[in-house]
């Protein structure tokens, strides 16, 4: 089986031992989700399900708002738009991860400022940014990278010292929390969430959120997603709007979710512990740096040089699901060709070398070991 990006990686059955298992999710709370559609079915024009998850999510988050959206790439455009980011403007992002905001910035006509990541935790480098900025500067979005927190930080200091909103992308790290003690999507003007079919807690389809805390802005969110002031429409916005029936799934799942995120956490402490005992770490195989609020929506390792795509082939025959998360760096897209893209060398070589491995938390221990042993085969071979 040829190795496959996070996009199209199998996820579930193909395998003994799946790289995700959003099924789990669902089968968990059968009962919860049962009770979530016969309410929608016997008032299906009730509009309370989106507020009263926008409600609970924003309390769970740490956010005065939250505006529910139809996805991760909606709620990065509502957010980009509701900054004003508009033609000739420059929206400075990590060189790793954010195709999402390099298209929303360039929808808006505006032009993506790539910077590189730091090695150690593939996220924005902070040292980079402030040289990144320029006169036409309207934002700087960091990624939070498979679960991983920014250093919100320093990343505030940058952004304070020019008078730059953040914008964080925290699409792959919801319930994270960052250096400073917040959930992620609490620090920056905007947090931006996705709760599509391979993110947890996930909707039955694509979902997003829009969180912050000026209540001004999360109106003119709530209007760039098609609702209407007082009868008028006053903002040319589009129908961005989530579907009440994935509001519904979100709220059974949300008390679930401190469970699912110890569970994910407790997987990857386990899978440290046996690559450094194997020896695969450092020999074989290098860890990134996991911040203690790590959301560990993904367990990525790296594959020094080009032995990734070896290792995915492998694990594969032996019924194991795994994905190359990146063939290509968000800058080295055929898409951004026109683009004038500095170059991002370790944002470059993360993509050729980092392998998501199985993490959900489903994952049992045997499981886990069974994974490491058959990296342990590979690299014994």
Request: aromatic fraction near 6%; proline fraction near 7%; hydrophobic fraction near 50%.
């Amino acid at each position: 089986m040829p190795p496959v990006d996070d996009a199209s990686a199998p996820k579930t059955a193909a395998f003994g031992v799946p790289w995700l298992d959003p099924g789990a999710e669902a089968s968990a709370l059968a009962g919860a989700l049962r009770s979530a559609f016969d309410r929608l079915l016997s008032a299906p024009l009730d509009d309370g399900e989106i507020p009263a998850f926008e409600r609970e999510i924003a309390e769970r988050l740490g956010a005065g708002d939250a505006v529910a959206v139809s996805s991760g790439s909606d709620a990065l455009l509502a957010a980009l738009t509701a900054l004003g980011v508009g033609p000739e403007d420059e929206v400075i992002t990590c060189a790793l991860k954010n195709f999402a905001t390099a298209s929303a910035a360039l929808r808006l006509g505006a032009r993506p400022v790539f910077v590189d990541i730091d090695p150690a935790t593939l996220t924005l480098d902070p040292a980079l940014v402030a040289a990144a900025v320029g006169d036409r500067t309207r934002a700087v979005v960091p990624v939070h990278a498979f679960g991983q927190p920014a250093d919100m930080g320093l990343l505030g200091a940058v952004a304070s010292a020019f008078s730059i909103p953040l914008v964080e992308d925290a699409r792959c790290a919801a319930f994270a929390v960052d250096g400073e003690g917040r959930k992620v999507g609490a620090a920056g003007a905007f947090g931006c969430f996705s709760f599509g079919p391979t993110a947890s807690p996930s909707a039955l389809g694509e979902a997003g959120l829009v969180t912050c805390d000026d209540p001004e802005r999360a109106g003119f969110v709530r209007l760039l997603r098609g609702e209407a002031e007082e009868g008028a429409r006053t903002v040319i916005g589009a129908n961005l709007r989530m579907d009440a029936l994935h509001a519904a799934v979100l709220r059974a799942k949300l008390p679930s979710v401190p469970v699912w995120l110890e569970a994910r956490r407790a997987h990857a402490a386990l899978y440290d512990l046996l690559f450094f005992e194997s020896d695969l770490a450092p020999r074989a195989l290098e860890l990134p740096r996991r911040a203690p609020g790590h959301a560990h929506l993904r367990y990525v390792v790296r594959v020094p040089g080009t032995g990734a795509r070896a290792l995915v082939a492998h694990l594969h025959e032996r019924g194991i699901g795994c994905a190359l998360p990146h063939l290509l760096a968000a800058a080295e897209q055929p898409c951004f060709e026109g683009l004038v893209v500095e170059p991002c060398p370790e944002a470059s070589r993360a993509a050729r070398e980092l392998l998501a491995l199985p993490m959900h938390a489903g994952l049992e221990a045997a499981q886990i070991e069974r994974v490491v042993g058959a990296v342990e085969d590979h690299f014994a071979a």
